[in-house]
């Protein structure tokens, strides 16, 4: 089948930790992205990527950090800069160019 | 700077009624629009993507139209079913953006009684 995957589905931290999610995708997608999903408001773009080993800020970077060292994979790491992670973490796919995206089944973070 | 507002922000109908999700935004210089579905704790489900030079698209029993010199969309969905009940997202790529970038709106929740 192919898709996109997210791990873990749940995702407990403690304050001052960091943690990694992952998202792997097999759409053979050149672009991958990670949202943020709060209650009541739309997704806000964290990161995003168009080629393996290049990657972009979006409009809520700051606390966050990301690798491209392969296509299929694009791990968020929420450090303990980011003083508000509890959410739903949303990773997404899609071909060069404006396409159709293509998204996972979410993490939802919460901070202990 | 696009905004996007979805109207209503919440939706309850009987099943069987034909129903229309609004969607507008700020600056019509865009690629295209995306509409999505989301279930409780779920990722999102693209349902139809309408490219800037088209006015609809249809799938099913969803059909969504495109006003881009208005900046509007609505997305219409005949004889609605309990299994319908989701969150609807609208989103829009801004045209000159560097990469896919989507802004979102809010989202309309339905919800479909039986």
């Known amino acids: 089948d192919g898709g996109i995957t997210q791990s873990p589905k749940y995702l407990f931290r403690k304050e001052g930790q960091n943690v990694t999610l992952s998202c792997e995708q097999n759409?053979?997608?050149?672009?991958m992205y990670w949202y943020r999903q709060d209650p009541g408001q739309g997704l806000r773009l964290i990161y995003y990527?168009?080629?393996?080993?290049?990657?972009q800020k979006g409009d809520i970077a700051e606390g966050y950090s990301v690798s491209r060292e392969k296509k299929e994979s694009f791990p968020l790491t929420v450090t303990s800069a980011q003083k508000n992670p509890t959410a739903f973490y949303l990773c997404a796919s899609s071909g060069q160019g404006a396409n159709e995206q293509f998204f996972g089944p979410g993490t939802r973070l919460t901070v202990l | 700077k696009q905004e996007v507002t979805q109207i209503p922000a919440a939706l309850s109908v009987p099943e069987g009624e034909n129903l229309v999700l609004n969607c507008s935004f700020t600056?019509?210089?865009?690629?295209?629009l995306q509409w999505f579905r989301q279930d409780p704790g779920k990722g999102l489900t693209s349902l139809l993507l309408i490219q800037s030079s088209q006015r609809e698209q249809t799938s099913g029993r969803l059909n969504a139209s495109l006003d881009k010199s208005s900046g509007r969309s609505t997305l219409y969905i005949a004889a609605s079913q309990p299994g319908d009940s989701a969150t609807y997202l609208c989103a829009v790529h801004p045209w000159m953006e560097y990469g896919n970038k989507l802004v979102f709106g809010a989202g309309t929740i339905l919800r479909v009684k039986s």
């Open positions: 990527s168009q080629i393996v080993n290049d990657f």
């Open positions: 759409l053979n997608h050149d672009a």
């Open positions: 600056d019509s210089a865009i690629y295209n």
